[in-house]
């Protein structure tokens, strides 16, 4: 249920896209469609006149594409809030496009719908989950670890005269947490709520039995000891920026001068997601290394990009390509998750405006990149300091007078507005570097 709100946020996101595009592209094909006529009339059939036509068929096959994309989507939202009135849940175990391969046999490569059935069969017993407690032998009473290696599973009673009581497997270990797993079914005496004498492993432990075609997989999951935390603001922080192929850190002081920025490469386009997985997890690695030299927190920005991602279709080939590309939430999550192994603390902080203030307060002042300006930006705020004052003068004239009344963050949103609308990149970094 909490998915369907998220689903019916997104296509009402993507509808509100679809027809701001229909709406701007509509506009130009009017306009396109004027200039074709202008020129019919004067029989100026040159090539300007055949660019222009070409330029007007390509707006309408894509203004039709995009209407009939937006009735789909407007009859899916209807279907959805529909669902999520009547609290209709569509939930297909084993996957929908295996359902549907029942009625496409001969297309599917099925030769009768038993075959296929034994397919949909295998998806939907494909995985089991048995959840444990710390009051249960070994930490769980269905899946049983010892101390030799042995896991022993208990059978349904539907299945005794065929396999008996128990299923067991000899000299079990598992590549990875081990030492986890022996910690976590060494026993203990302690007592129940009503004060009598029972024995209690460490932790519970729950289990995970998937298939594949290779065979059975299982992944154990207990509870582990959270360290200390290890850093403090008080010696200063390491701001990270993340973009689209590169990570840029920058460590600060105690007093919030920038010490060192670094840029680590962090390639992640035409690669597969367990490449740029692999790839997150070493970049990861590294900055918590640093950070547990340096003994300073991570400060990282606060972002999302769900709401942005799910809009791709209306926005150019080029940003389409940088934020589909843009793995922040993998990133951030997995150096959250790793951070708290090693006791580091991971600071969030709000991200608007960092790279304007950045440029604007330090990339000159101190000689960092524009990417690194801003990572010092993202430190300063994880360490409590209060954001910097603008500067007008020099880049924006009179502009001062016009936002001079405004709160200092909505000063920056205006300076920010104001520069990206009139100049390109280049000439931005140009301007910006002169007030400092």
């Known amino acids: 249920m909490e998915l369907n709100k998220l689903h019916l946020s997104e296509l009402e996101d993507r509808i509100k896209s679809i027809k701001k595009f229909i709406d701007t592209n509509t506009e130009k094909k009017a306009i396109l469609h004027k200039k074709v006529l202008r020129l019919e009339k004067t029989n100026s059939f040159s090539q300007k006149f055949y660019k222009a036509v070409k330029q007007y068929r390509n707006i309408k096959f894509l203004l039709h594409q995009k209407n009939r994309k937006l009735t789909n989507l407007e009859q899916k939202l209807v279907t959805l809030k529909d669902d999520i009135d009547s609290k209709k849940i569509r939930i297909c175990f084993g996957s929908k496009s295996l ?24 998806a939907r017993s494909s995985q089991y989950f048995s959840v444990g407690s710390k009051d249960e032998s070994s930490g769980n009473q ?25 299923i067991v497997y000899e000299n079990i270990k598992f ?35 998937n298939k594949n075609k290779y065979g059975w997989y299982i992944s154990a999951t207990v509870d582990r000891n959270v360290p200390d935390i290890i850093t403090s603001t008080r010696i200063g922080a390491i701001g990270i920026d993340m973009n689209a192929g590169f990570v840029n850190s920058c460590e600060v002081d105690r007093f919030g001068n920038p010490l060192k920025e670094e840029k680590i490469p962090l390639n992640m386009y035409n690669r ?12 990861v690695k ?96 994880g360490l409590g300091f209060k954001l910097e004052e603008p500067k007008y003068d020099s880049i924006l004239g009179n502009f001062r007078k016009y936002i001079s009344h405004k709160p200092l963050r909505s000063r920056w949103a205006s300076i920010s ?16 570097k002169l007030d400092c």
């Open 99 to 122: 359902l549907k391969k029942q009625f496409n046999l001969e297309e599917n490569k099925y030769a009768s719908h038993e075959d296929w059935r034994k397919d949909w069969i295998n």
């Open 142 to 166: 269905t899946c049983t670890y010892n101390d030799s290696g042995e896991l022993r599973i208990r059978v349904a009673d539907r299945f005794k005269k065929r396999y008996g009581k128990y």
């Open 175 to 209: 590549p990875y947490g081990q030492e986890f797993i022996d910690n976590a079914i060494r026993t203990y005496m302690g007592t129940t709520q009503s004060g009598k004498p029972a024995k209690y492993v460490n932790s519970a432990i729950s289990y995970r039995f």
């Open 272 to 283: 597969s997601s367990d490449q740029i997985t692999a790839s997150i997890g070493d970049v």
């Open 286 to 381: 590294y900055i918590v290394e640093k950070t547990i030299s340096t003994q300073k927190p991570i400060i990282i920005e606060d972002l999302d990009f769900s709401r942005k991602k799910a809009i791709l279709g209306e926005e150019s080939k080029k940003y389409s390509r940088m934020l589909s590309g843009f793995a922040y939430s993998k990133f951030k999550e997995m150096l959250k998750a790793r951070a708290v192994k090693y006791g580091v603390e991971v600071i969030e902080v709000n991200p608007a405006y960092t790279s304007v203030i950045g440029q604007m307060k330090f990339m000159k002042r101190y000689g960092l990149s524009s990417h690194g300006s801003a990572a010092c930006v993202i430190a300063r705020q």
């Open 417 to 432: 507005f104001s520069i990206k609308k009139k100049h390109s990149f280049n000439d931005r970094i140009e301007l910006l």
